[in-house]
T-cell receptor, first 114, second 116 residues
Framework: AQSVTQLGSHVSVSEGALVLLRCNYS??????LFWYVQYPNQGLQLLLK??????LVKGINGFEAEFKKSETSFHLTKPSAHMSDAAEYFCAVSKSTGRRALTFGSGTRLQVQP | KAGVTQTPRYLIKTRGQQVTLSCSPI?????VSWYQQTPGQGLQFLFEYFSETQRNKGNFPGRFSGRQFSNSRSEMNVSTLELGDSALYLC???????????????FGPGTRLTVL
């Protein structure tokens, strides 16, 4: 069984500040991990993914995440927040073999203050 | 390439009715998955189709069903609607879950279903 825990349903940062969104996962097999972003009234857009290659993954819009197996974590960071980053962010896990449906965390709403 | 399209974007139904939602995947993508998004339960996997066959199913009652056509387009159906079925239904397509590293899924904008 797989699960994802996102710590903090709401995160508020100032424009230009560091963004850190936390994700911890549980998986019985080596996982694939993803971060998606959802803007209001839109679907999900993939930010980045970890698929057992480099543990530091760079994504779109300046986001990156580091896979830490010992901590079962996959936290999302961005050095400097922009107003346009305000959205909801979802961490997701899937198996690396067999059936690969995504299991999502509960989401973190990021607010960026001017 | 055009993205995943879903129709209709908004739908209002009453309890007891049934509804059919449609999803057209990205050209060349053979796998289509459906997810339900609600404020209370978050994003939950409904089912996945590949080559017109259901390959995986989430934990939803039998009122939720789907199918996939030979052109990879997919429909999902919900019968005997309940108030709790009000949600955003998202469709996602991918090339081939069995062979594509990372299972990258591309999501459509969703169909927002309101049950009154």
């Amino acid at each position: 069984a797989q699960s994802v825990t996102q710590l903090g349903s709401h995160v508020s940062v100032s424009e230009g500040a560091l963004v850190l969104l936390r994700c911890n996962y549980s998986s019985s097999v080596p996982p694939y991990l993803f971060w998606y972003v959802q803007y209001p009234n839109q679907g999900l857009q993939l930010l980045l993914k970890y698929t057992s290659a480099a543990t530091l993954v760079k994504g779109i819009n300046g986001f990156e995440a580091e896979f830490k197996k010992s901590e079962t974590s996959f936290h999302l960071t961005k050095p400097s927040a922009h107003m346009s980053d305000a959205a909801e962010y979802f961490c997701a896990v899937s198996k690396s073999t067999g059936r690969r449906a995504l299991t999502f965390g509960s989401g973190t709403r990021l607010q960026v203050q001017p | 390439k055009a993205g995943v399209t879903q129709t209709p974007r908004y739908l209002i139904k009453t309890r007891g009715q049934q509804v059919t939602l449609s999803c057209s995947p990205i050209s060349g993508h053979r796998s289509v998955s459906w997810y339900q998004q609600t404020p209370g339960q978050g994003l939950q996997f409904l089912f996945e189709y590949f080559s017109e066959t259901q390959r995986n199913k989430g934990n939803f009652p039998g009122r939720f069903s789907g199918r996939q056509f030979s052109n990879s387009r997919s429909e999902m159906n919900v019968s005997t609607l309940e108030l709790g079925d009000s949600a955003l239904y998202l469709c996602a397509s991918s090339l081939d879950l069995a062979r594509t590293s990372g299972n990258e899924q591309f999501f459509g904008p969703g169909t927002r279903l309101t049950v009154l």
